[in-house]
């Protein structure tokens, strides 16, 4: 799959690459939101890859325009909001949202592109307040898939719990064996009693090289990035 990305300004990275791997494991079905779609990778590699129905919303007008590129593109029909997914008002609701949300915290130097900013830095949508608005538009057991920073796992699973999310399942990413987990991926669900199931960590370099996990798994998604001014 081809996605088109801007030249300067904000790019998918691995992070979001070993989110839709978790995404995978964890399966699709029905009604799916991608929250901040950025270039379009995740919503796309959902229809891509299952018989969903797939929207997506972005706050950013230039991102919309590389959002419908790439699915016109990658021929992947997939229904794009531009706004402000914490005040847009959604005429239906979801069963699973999907999002590689800004999670930078207050103390990391932000960046002085705008782009890359609101992509980043969590103040563009606190984290809270994106749980209490997935609760208003998910099912009954809808679920949310995203990834954030591990230093702040407590944070998450105490706002999880307050709006009635079950953390089901979580995996850690580390750089390499000897380094704490950087990014840590969170399946939850509502109302639900299951118990939590800790996947296997995912260690991303052994010896300065991507380990053959790794690399297996940037093949099995397949994405081909191109950047372009539009």
Do not use: W
């Not at 919309?64 to 794009?80: D, E, T």
């Not at 990834?147 to 990413?173: G, H, N, P, W």
């Not at 052994?206 to 397949?222: C, M, N, P």
């Amino acid at each position: 799959m081809i996605i088109y990305q801007p030249i300067e300004g904000y790019c998918y990275n691995s992070d979001t690459i070993f989110l839709y791997h978790f995404i995978r494991r964890i399966g699709l079905q029905g009604a799916v939101l991608d929250v901040g779609t950025g270039s379009g990778i995740l919503a796309l590699l959902a229809k891509r890859d299952f018989d969903v129905e797939v929207d997506a919303i972005e706050l950013q007008e230039r991102f919309v325009q590389y959002a419908k590129i790439n699915a016109k593109a990658n021929k992947l029909p997939i229904h794009i909001y531009l706004g402000d997914f914490l005040h847009m008002h959604f005429q239906k609701r979801y069963d699973y949202i999907i999002t590689n949300p800004p999670f930078y915290h207050t103390g990391v130097l932000r960046s002085k592109n705008p782009m890359v900013d609101m992509a980043r830095y969590s103040g563009h949508m606190p984290f809270e307040e994106f749980v209490k608005k997935a609760n208003q538009i998910l099912r009954p057991k809808g679920a949310l898939i995203f990834c954030y920073d591990a230093k702040q796992t407590q944070e998450l699973i105490e706002k999880l719990s307050r709006y009635k999310f079950t953390v089901e399942a979580m995996q850690f990413v580390h750089p390499n064996s000897n380094k704490d987990a950087t990014l840590v991926m969170i399946y939850a669900k509502k109302s639900s009693k299951s118990l939590s199931k800790i996947v296997p960590p995912l260690i991303v370099f052994e010896d300065g090289e991507y380990r053959e996990e790794t690399k297996k798994i940037f093949q099995e998604v397949g994405v081909y990035s191109i950047k372009c001014h539009i």
